[in-house]
């Protein structure tokens, strides 16, 4: 059974910073972490960023400069640094990731900037 795991989160001031952990279990083979989304209250899901195996990255307009996705393929995980926090940043954060076409979705993990 595909179980997708998030960690990390937790309530920060503006400005500083969190580190989420992003693990799958499945196919070592086929099993692919794909990246982050986020969704803030009344608002739909969102991309934050993505990776692909080979560690090319996509990221939101909203978070470039601040935010970076990487993986340790070896622990089949996948992590998002997030600096310079926001308060626009609130959100809960999901990992999504792929096996045979098939979308998982971990339970997410609350992010919550505010002073």
């Known amino acids: 059974q595909v179980r997708v795991v998030e960690s990390g989160g937790g309530v920060v001031q503006p400005g500083g910073s969190l580190r989420l952990s992003c693990t799958a279990s499945?196919?070592?083979?086929?099993?692919?972490?794909r990246g982050w989304y986020r969704q803030a209250p009344g608002k739909e899901r969102e991309l934050v960023a993505t990776?692909?195996?080979?560690?090319?990255?996509v990221y939101a307009d909203s978070v470039k400069g601040r935010f970076t996705i990487s993986r340790d393929n070896a622990k089949k995980t996948v992590y998002l640094q997030m600096n310079s926090l926001k308060p626009e940043d609130t959100a809960v954060y999901y990992c999504?990731?792929?096996?045979?076409?098939?979308?998982?979705w971990g339970q997410g993990t609350q992010v919550t900037v505010s002073s």
């Open positions: 999504n990731a792929n096996e045979l076409g098939i979308d998982y």
């Open positions: 499945g196919n070592i083979f086929t099993m692919k972490i």
């Open positions: 990776i692909t195996s080979g560690g090319s990255t």
